[in-house]
């Protein structure tokens, strides 16, 4: 509480270049709806990026200015009042408080690292006005999520990412399956949105109950005592818009639209949805961390479900075969740990993976679409391998991603991971060591991953192989910044992020004893033994993924006896369980419920639509029962 | 019911009569009041309207001819007339009376339109009959 | 002895309308085949007229021929809304009217007829102008519905809603008839006066309540708010499709700013007896509305059953009541006019004579032939769904947050469901042009300069009164607050202050989360 109030008090610096980091993006967007056309693609490709790279620059500005002042300080750009209703003033305002600077210069520099990397990517395609409008146009609504000073900019941002994931997604619209991806992500964050919705207007209803009306971060915060003796809305406000946030950041139970989100372009993935949109469900939670701190309840089914997802979506990655499945899951879990951070209070834990996820993931995601791109649009990974020579640069940066997200020490995911679980065994054993055996098999799928597709020698056919080849430099060059960055991105003495979110959050560091500290690395290594073992080391590593029960037992005998030990122990019930998980909670139920609840709502419209015979007649009847119903309601209101 | 729809169809026709005929009782009857204390409780020319407007509903929920169906209407509109006058003798002042006029001249203009609209889908469908015009639905 | 007190200025942009309207009717006769588009453009210039008449009227708070009319700011914004409305409708119908052979003269004398209507309805003050406002323009607009005469189900469309109409307005004089009949007068400033006077408990009698509900029934018509709305889909299917605009955003609005005129002037008092029942209204208008329009394959008829919803969520508004309350119904009209109208206009560019293209399906793959419309178009419909930051979000945001302030939180938030729901049908359209491949190659008619004009004017104003909304607002405010301080009525005045602001925050929260 003292820290939180020491964030509303502390000094706020009026300026007037905030908007410019909405503004450029939108500029952009104009550029590539209007002028593209006669500019063709040379001034897309200049300014698309280009625009972004302003308002990487001009957030960096607002960084180093914000470092200039006293901790805790913030700088506000009102640009326009916009909503008046009453006592009610909604500014058109932006700040940019430790959080938030966090926020945007993640989202600045690793879209534009990604806008860059488009450029390349999208070379070939006819639409590439469209792409880099909706592209140009996600980041304008990214960057107002994460510096509206309201809830309802917030949600103005929340829907504008949302969009344009779904225009994204469904870009391609020629594959139906692609089209209906984008209507599943469009529906699951529907449902989400409506937690969401509910959950601001529970928000401002109860303030407003207490006389203050007002959807402002800041007024909230310093009116957050008034809140504090309803412990049960509280809790109620804090789960509706988790909701959301299960929506946006695809945790369980509505997580299914991301891996369908894969449709997209790899870059759209790269940026929506690894690095920037979906951890606007964490961000939004960590905005609004006053709040949640004053709902212990709703904390702990926050960290139960982070932690959750986390595992459950560990153990889908390894039954996948498709290059960006695989990472999309990984996505999921990785998310899990963020919003299990967040739901052990260590918000700025969670914040501190956001940003080392954004830095491995994108460069992830982007070496996915770089050997896609070799391989042209080939993503099964049984039909890869061996591309550690073929394409040099973005085998290694992607061995470089795997090791950050495994959690070797010195690179970045060590480092914040490791920050989350220690956070999380302060809160109870039990998240630590689903989150830890987590970590474990994430180290393991991902180098599966990379064993199977870089190691070895290419199993694509002859013809393919010839034409096997690295990516342009507007490619690669993207690759070498993020690796770099995924690197040094935990170091303490490069960004302590942790340090620089402490004015807002607050700090507090358990004392773990040393065996917890290293257990996930331990877990981490473990991890990535069984991977070489299972398939590094074999000539082919991609033997037997065909049908992976019966391969497994094969092989069996003439492995070493840890070999059967984790075949019957780990890898039989992993896969089978992955499998069985895979088919029957995420097709059967979760498929099944979203459809079921179009179609239910759809049966209710259907049997309205009764109501309307067409004759004139049975309207005047209707109308006239309608009337006398009235008269009812009258009678007994009366 | 039944009778409702039967009397329906002449009752239309002579609502007019009918509606003169009441009005002509209640000045009666108000005249009258003014010397003997004889007259109409003005219960009674509501509860006639409430009924014709009735008849006037039931008719448009029950006949199949839209030409019926409109001269129920047209029975609707009369009935809320007579409840005018009424009220207007109740309350002693000319605005229900005005009231009627416009109510009238309006019925005449929804005649006017009303006629042409069924004339002209009687020569697209040669039907007029409501339940057999049901293109549009769901 | 007593003279009747005669303001024209009251009634000067109707007489501009109607003088414009009996011209184009006469100059059709003598003027040429190729002439007709001049006629358009007068009518334009008539709307234009009549606008900027109700804009220099701006800030006069006066009533007019004897308290049967008021001039004040909130007939005022509704006359530009009608304007608005209209003046899109011939923008619209320029070409429409060309390409499908109607009776241009007609046409558009009929058209300026009904907005003429439609201004006596905002700023009639006396239950009989308003009826007369009503007709008026009803009959204009039955006209209109089926002047496509060769074509079956303008045909039909026509005769529904002249039967439900007319039945309508019987329900709707006979609840005139009552309430004159319990207060001895049809003027709105006089029927308040004599229910806060005689009925101060708020309860009133059993005739009055009658008379009010046959009132809510015959706006509830008008409006097209369940459960009476089923003409509307036949209708808007049926009628030409610049009408089906037309009705949409002017009928609706007019019918409006009478209903909330009437219950919030002169039954006021009763707050707490009509709010229960627009309370359901709203309910069911938003749920039949929103379910109905998932499951419809006409782009038409889905519009149609998404202006239900719409009617619903301006109930909502009504319900909230107060000032908040008030000036959101009226902002919400603006933004529902907009997205309205421009989404009309693209199914009038769409389609063409003897091909209406009003399908779901004639809409696919438009996104790639014609990227500029289908963005237009886009934005029209997450306009509609509620997205921000555009005109709909802002809208939907005002109505809500009024409900809310006025302790009506479960209407918030199935106001807010419905609307999550309703992205589903308004998306649909956005998917089928740009996720599927047309079988069909439609060729818009969208290069017309004047259709082009309407449509990015709609355009342009959803989004700029969706991001700057502020001044709108104020306006509406402003508008709202004249209507709570009759001029004629001033002895009224505190009395219904406190009925239209204390009541809901104090009785309707603890009344209404229990049914």
């Known amino acids: 509480m003292e820290h939180a109030h020491a964030a509303a008090t502390a000094a706020v610096h009026t300026v007037t270049y905030l908007r410019w980091i909405v503004f450029l993006p939108l500029i952009g967007v104009l550029f590539n709806l209007f002028v593209a056309p006669r500019t063709g693609r040379r001034g897309v490709n200049l300014v698309a990026p280009g625009v972004i790279l302003g308002a990487f620059l001009v957030a960096l500005t607002a960084f180093f200015d914000l470092k200039e002042l006293a901790p805790g300080s913030a700088l506000v750009d009102s640009v326009y009042p916009w909503i008046t209703a009453g006592e009610l003033h909604i500014d058109f305002a932006l700040r940019v408080d430790a959080l938030s600077a966090v926020m945007i210069l993640i989202v600045t520099g690793v879209g534009f690292l990604i806008h860059v990397y488009s450029t390349g990517y999208m070379a070939h395609d006819e639409d590439f006005a469209r792409f880099f409008t909706y592209l140009n146009l996600f980041t304008a609504s990214m960057l107002l999520l994460v510096l509206g000073e309201n809830l309802a900019l917030l949600f103005v941002g929340w829907e504008g990412v949302g969009l344009c994931s779904y225009l994204l997604i469904g870009f391609w619209y020629t594959d139906p399956e692609k089209a209906k991806a984008g209507n599943k992500a469009f529906i699951v964050n529907r449902i989400g949105d409506a937690g969401f919705l509910l959950g601001m207007f529970l928000l401002f209803w109860t303030l407003g109950e207490q006389g203050i009306w007002t959807l402002s971060f800041s007024e909230i915060q310093t009116n957050i005592d008034k809140l504090a003796v309803m412990p049960s809305v509280i809790t109620a406000i804090c789960l509706l818009l988790f909701v959301g946030a299960t929506g946006k950041s695809a945790q369980i139970p509505l997580f299914v639209w991301l891996p369908d989100a894969m449709a997209g372009p790899t870059p759209v993935s790269a940026l929506i949805h690894a690095a920037t949109m979906v951890t606007a469900g964490i961000y939004m939670m960590a905005r609004l961390h006053f709040l949640y701190t004053l709902s212990p309840d709703a904390l702990s089914i926050i960290a139960w479900v982070g932690a959750a997802t986390a595992f459950f979506a560990a153990t889908i990655g390894f039954a996948q075969t498709d290059i960006k499945k695989v990472l999309a899951y990984s996505t999921v879990s990785q998310l899990g740990y963020m919003v299990l951070g967040v739901g052990v209070g260590?918000?700025?834990?969670?914040?501190?993976?956001?940003?080392?996820?954004?830095?491995?993931?994108?460069?992830?995601?982007?070496?996915?679409?770089?050997?896609?791109?070799?391989?042209?649009?080939?993503?099964?990974?049984?039909?890869?391998?061996?591309?550690?020579?073929?394409?040099?640069?973005?085998?290694?940066?992607?061995?470089?991603?795997?090791?950050?997200?495994?959690?070797?020490?010195?690179?970045?995911?060590?480092?914040?991971?490791?920050?989350?679980?220690?956070?999380?065994?302060?809160?109870?054993?039990?998240?630590?060591?689903?989150?830890?055996?987590?970590?474990?098999?994430?180290?393991?799928?991902?180098?599966?991953?990379?064993?199977?597709?870089?190691?070895?020698?290419?199993?694509?056919?002859?013809?393919?192989?010839?034409?096997?080849?690295?990516?342009?430099?507007?490619?690669?060059?993207?690759?070498?910044?993020?690796?770099?960055?995924?690197?040094?991105?935990?170091?303490?003495?490069?960004?302590?992020?942790?340090?620089?979110?402490?004015?807002?959050?607050?700090?507090?560091?358990?004392?773990?004893?040393?065996?917890?500290?290293?257990?996930?690395?331990?877990?981490?290594?473990?991890?990535?033994?069984?991977?070489?073992?299972?398939?590094?080391?074999?000539?082919?590593?991609a033997e037997g993924m065909e049908e992976p029960l019966d391969a497994w037992h094969k092989g069996a005998l003439h492995k070493w006896y840890i070999d059967e030990m984790y075949d019957a122990v780990i890898v039989r019930p992993m896969t089978a369980l992955a499998d069985g998980l895979w088919k029957v909670i995420d097709v059967k139920v979760i498929d099944a419920t979203v459809n079921d609840t179009a179609q239910v709502t759809g049966i209710f419209g259907g049997a309205l639509r009764l109501w309307q015979t067409g004759n004139v007649q049975n309207y005047a009847m209707s109308f006239l029962i309608g009337a006398m119903a009235i008269f009812g309601l009258g009678y007994y209101l009366w | 019911m039944a009778d409702g729809k039967g009397r329906m169809a002449y009752g239309s026709d002579d609502t007019p009569e009918s509606e003169r005929s009441e009005r002509a009782i209640s000045h009666q009857a108000n005249d009258e009041s003014l010397g003997n204390g004889i007259m109409v409780p003005i219960h009674y020319h509501l509860m006639l309207s409430a009924v014709l407007f009735t008849i006037g509903a039931l008719g448009v929920l029950l006949r199949r001819n839209t030409i019926v169906i409109f001269m129920s209407v047209e029975l609707m509109l009369n009935a809320v007339n007579l409840s005018f006058v009424a009220l207007a003798r109740q309350w002693g002042s000319m605005d229900g009376q005005l009231i009627v006029f416009f109510v009238m001249a309006v019925a005449a203009a929804e005649a006017a339109v009303g006629l042409a609209i069924i004339l002209m889908v009687f020569r697209n469908r040669e039907t007029v009959n409501a339940d057999e015009l049901n293109l549009m639905r769901w | 002895m007593i003279l009747p007190e005669v303001n024209w200025a009251a009634v000067m942009p109707s007489v501009i309308l109607t003088v414009v309207g009996i011209t184009v009717l006469c100059w059709e006769l003598w003027m040429k085949e190729q002439d007709r588009k001049y006629l358009a453009w007068l009518s334009l210039a008539g709307v234009a007229g009549a606008a900027l008449f109700s804009y220099t009227l701006w800030g006069r708070n006066e009533s007019a021929f004897n308290g049967m009319l008021a001039l004040d700011a909130y007939a005022l914004f509704f006359n530009l809304i009608i304007c608005l409305a209209t003046g899109m409708t011939v923008l619209m119908s320029r070409h429409y009217v060309e390409n499908n052979e109607l009776p241009a003269?007609?046409?558009?004398?009929?058209?300026?007829?009904?907005?003429?209507?439609?201004?006596?309805?905002?700023?009639?003050?006396?239950?009989?102008?308003?009826?007369?406002?009503?007709?008026?323009?009803?009959?204009?607009?039955?006209?209109?519905?089926?002047?496509?005469?060769?074509?079956?189900?303008?045909?039909?469309?026509?005769?529904?809603?002249?039967?439900?109409?007319?039945?309508?307005?019987?329900?709707?004089?006979?609840?005139?008839?009552?309430?004159?009949?319990?207060?001895?007068?049809?003027?709105?400033?006089?029927?308040?006066?004599?229910?806060s006077t005689h009925f101060s408990d708020g309860a009133g009698s059993p005739m009055l309540l009658a008379g009010m509900v046959l009132l809510i029934v015959g706006f509830g018509f008008k409006v097209a708010?369940?459960?009476?709305?089923?003409?509307?889909?036949?209708?808007?299917?049926?009628?030409?499709?610049?009408?089906?605009?037309?009705?949409?955003?002017?009928?609706?609005?007019?019918?409006?700013?009478?209903?909330?005129?009437?219950?919030?002037?002169?039954?006021?008092?009763?707050?707490?007896?009509?709010?229960?029942?627009?309370?359901?209204?709203?309910?069911?208008?938003?749920?039949?509305?929103?379910?109905?329009?998932?499951?419809?394959?006409?782009?038409?008829?889905?519009?149609?059953?998404?202006?239900?919803?719409?009617?619903?969520?301006?109930?909502?508004?009504?319900?909230?009541?107060?000032?908040?309350?008030?000036?959101?119904?009226?902002?919400?009209?603006?933004?529902?006019?907009?997205?309205?109208?421009?989404?009309?206009?693209?199914?009038?560019?769409?389609?063409?004579?003897?091909?209406?293209?009003?399908e779901f399906n004639d809409y696919a793959g438009l996104g790639f032939r014609y990227p500029g419309l289908a963005m237009m178009m886009t934005i029209f419909m997450l306009s509609l769904t509620g997205i921000p930051p555009l005109v709909g979000f802002t809208g939907k945001f005002y109505v809500f947050s009024a409900a809310v302030k006025a302790g009506y939180i479960w209407l918030a938030v199935i106001g807010v469901l419905n609307s999550v729901v309703s992205a589903y049908y308004y998306i649909r359209v956005v998917v089928t042009m740009y996720m599927q491949e047309g079988e069909k190659q439609v060729e818009p008619l969208s290069t017309r300069p004047a259709l082009a004009t309407a449509i990015v004017a709609a355009t342009v104003g959803t989004i700029m009164v969706g991001v700057l909304p502020a001044k709108p607002m104020a306006l509406a405010r402003h508008s709202f607050a004249s209507l709570q301080k009759p001029a004629q009525t001033a002895s009224s005045t505190p009395k219904k202050d406190q009925a239209a602001t204390s009541t809901p925050t104090a009785t309707a929260p603890s009344k209404t989360p229990h049914h």
């Open chain 3, 225 to 358: 708010a369940a459960p009476f709305h089923a003409w509307a889909p036949d209708v808007y299917e049926g009628a030409p499709t610049t009408i089906t605009a037309f009705m949409a955003v002017g009928v609706k609005a007019a019918a409006f700013a009478s209903f909330v005129r009437v219950f919030l002037l002169s039954f006021g008092a009763l707050h707490g007896q009509w709010e229960a029942i627009l309370w359901a209204l709203a309910v069911l208008t938003m749920i039949v509305g929103n379910l109905t329009a998932l499951v419809q394959d006409n782009i038409k008829r889905m519009l149609a059953y998404s202006s239900i919803a719409h009617a619903g969520y301006l109930l909502v508004a009504m319900v909230a009541g107060g000032e908040l309350g008030g000036a959101a119904l009226m902002y919400y009209l603006v933004a529902y006019g907009l997205m309205n109208l421009g989404a009309f206009a693209i199914v009038v560019a769409v389609g063409k004579k003897g091909e209406p293209n009003e």
């Open chain 3, 105 to 195: 003269g007609e046409y558009y004398a009929l058209l300026l007829f009904a907005a003429v209507g439609m201004m006596l309805m905002a700023a009639a003050t006396d239950l009989i102008v308003i009826f007369l406002g009503l007709e008026t323009m009803s009959m204009a607009v039955y006209v209109l519905t089926g002047i496509r005469r060769q074509n079956v189900k303008a045909n039909e469309a026509a005769l529904k809603y002249f039967l439900l109409g007319a039945f309508a307005s019987g329900f709707f004089l006979y609840g005139v008839a009552l309430v004159y009949g319990v207060t001895g007068s049809v003027k709105l400033g006089e029927v308040a006066t004599y229910i």
């Open chain 1, 346 to 541: 260590a918000y700025g834990a969670g914040v501190f993976h956001l940003m080392t996820h954004a830095f491995f993931k994108a460069l992830l995601f982007l070496g996915a679409g770089s050997v896609i791109h070799g391989m042209h649009e080939e993503q099964d990974i049984r039909k890869m391998g061996g591309l550690l020579k073929r394409m040099p640069i973005t085998g290694w940066t992607f061995l470089i991603g795997c090791v950050a997200i495994a959690g070797v020490p010195g690179l970045s995911g060590h480092y914040s991971k490791d920050l989350i679980l220690e956070e999380a065994y302060g809160k109870s054993i039990l998240l630590y060591v689903v989150g830890t055996v987590g970590a474990g098999m994430t180290a393991f799928y991902m180098f599966r991953l990379f064993f199977v597709t870089f190691w070895k020698e290419t199993r694509a056919s002859h013809e393919m192989t010839h034409h096997i080849h690295e990516s342009p430099w507007t490619m690669t060059l993207p690759l070498v910044i993020l690796a770099g960055l995924s690197i040094i991105g935990g170091w303490h003495f490069v960004f302590p992020v942790s340090q620089w979110l402490e004015p807002i959050f607050g700090g507090h560091h358990p004392h773990v004893p040393a065996i917890i500290q290293f257990m996930p690395t331990v877990m981490g290594f473990l991890g990535i033994a069984l991977a070489y073992m299972m398939y590094g080391r074999k000539a082919n590593p």
